[in-house]
């Protein structure tokens, strides 16, 4: 007769503190969450790996997607957008994105700034696993 072995759950110590935190971090600055769990190289990676596309995006006059829209598209880019963080708050506060499409190059913009933003959603997450320790 087979037993069943019982492997008991993992505790949150109280040492580890607010353990959203990675995740939160992770999502306002690129690589802050990885940089609260130690791996540096990694945040640093993802940094400026991030924050390149962004700005890339904006330098080819890609669009910052508007929170209000009834367009179910634009609402998933609203979603990607956000995934920016900062970058994207501090762009929707000085005007970044804006401007009507000019230049061919304007697409490719805008898809940088989304796929940055679900790259950073990804990241943050990551770290969020590294910090409760369900990822070594």
Do not use: C
Not at 104 to 131: C, E, M, P, Q, W
């Amino acid at each position: 007769m087979a037993s069943k072995v019982q492997v008991p759950a993992k505790t949150q110590s109280s040492s580890q503190g607010f353990v959203y935190l990675a995740l939160l971090l992770g999502w306002l600055v690129p690589g802050a969450g990885h940089l609260l769990t130690g791996r540096w190289v990694r945040a640093l990676l993802l940094f400026a790996a991030i924050t390149a596309m962004f700005w890339l995006g904006i330098a080819m006059q890609g669009k910052l997607y508007a929170p209000n829209t009834g367009d179910i598209l634009e609402m998933l880019g609203f979603v990607g957008d956000v995934g920016n963080g900062l970058f994207y708050a501090l762009g929707r506060m000085i005007g970044l994105g804006q401007i009507p499409v000019q230049t061919v190059t304007a697409d490719y913009g805008t898809k940088f700034i989304v796929v940055a933003g679900l790259l950073n959603f990804i990241s943050a997450v990551d770290a969020h696993n590294l910090r409760i320790g369900r990822k070594a």
